[in-house]
């Protein structure tokens, strides 16, 4: 079936590179996205990468793919106090219908 | 565009009350989704409809759940009786289903509700 895994938290300090991993299982899924959770709001879409590609990079965020071990990253670099938030990892499920599944969710904690 | 708008964004009541949770979708999409999050389970996925019929409800935890789509605009989640348990923030997500990617989901700001 469908399953997402993420570690749940990860604390970094200002200024160093955050790293968020996930695993997912579907082989078949053909776009993975990195959601973003601030407090008190909705999830809001971060980045996304389609499956046949390894690796995307939008300023200070960059994803990876190995698509062999099912395996997603998210890169933020230079991380900032305002980088605090919990991350989502999903992938896009089967059928036309626009559902995802996601991961618990990875609680970055930055300290200044 | 206004983006998914929840009403109301915070809900206290009473165990045994009835509760309506109200969503109105980003116009011109075609896919509705009702999630619930709480510390101990994370995101849950309760219902989805596309083109306002109900695609999956296996995650409604139980009968007192129930969801409507009587149009393409608005969609409710009702829980009667409420209990504590259901204390949570629900949110509310559109998307353009199968029309493109990169098939994201949008989500309103949640509604967060407190049964004692």
């Known amino acids: 079936g469908e399953d997402v895994e993420q570690s749940l938290f990860l604390s970094v300090r200002e200024g160093d590179s955050s790293v968020i991993n996930c695993t997912y299982t579907d082989s078949s899924s053909t776009y993975l996205y990195w959601y973003k959770q601030e407090p008190g709001a909705g999830l809001q879409l971060l980045t996304y990468?389609?499956?046949?590609?390894d690796m995307k990079q939008d300023q200070r965020l960059t994803v990876l793919l190995n698509k062999k071990d099912k395996h997603l990253s998210l890169r933020i670099a230079d991380t900032q106090t305002g980088d605090s938030a919990i991350y989502f990892c999903a992938e896009r499920g089967s059928g036309n219908t626009g559902k995802l599944i996601f991961g618990q969710g990875t609680t970055l904690q930055v300290k200044p | 565009d206004a983006g998914v708008i929840q009403s109301p964004r915070h809900e206290v009541t009473e165990m045994g009350q009835e509760v309506t949770l109200r969503c109105k979708p980003i116009?011109?999409?075609?896919?509705l989704f009702w999630y619930r999050q709480t510390m101990m389970r994370g995101l849950e996925l309760l219902i989805y409809?596309?083109?306002?019929?109900?695609?999956?409800d296996s995650g409604m935890p139980e009968d007192r759940f129930s969801a409507k789509m009587p149009n393409a605009s608005f969609s409710t989640l009702k829980i009667q009786p409420s209990e504590p348990r259901d204390s949570a923030v629900y949110f509310c997500a559109s998307s353009s289903g199968g029309r493109g990617p990169p098939y994201e989901q949008y989500f309103g700001p949640g509604t967060r509700l407190t049964v004692t």
């Open positions: 990468i389609f499956s046949n590609m």
């Open positions: 116009s011109g999409h075609n896919s």
């Open positions: 409809f596309n083109n306002n019929v109900p695609i999956d």
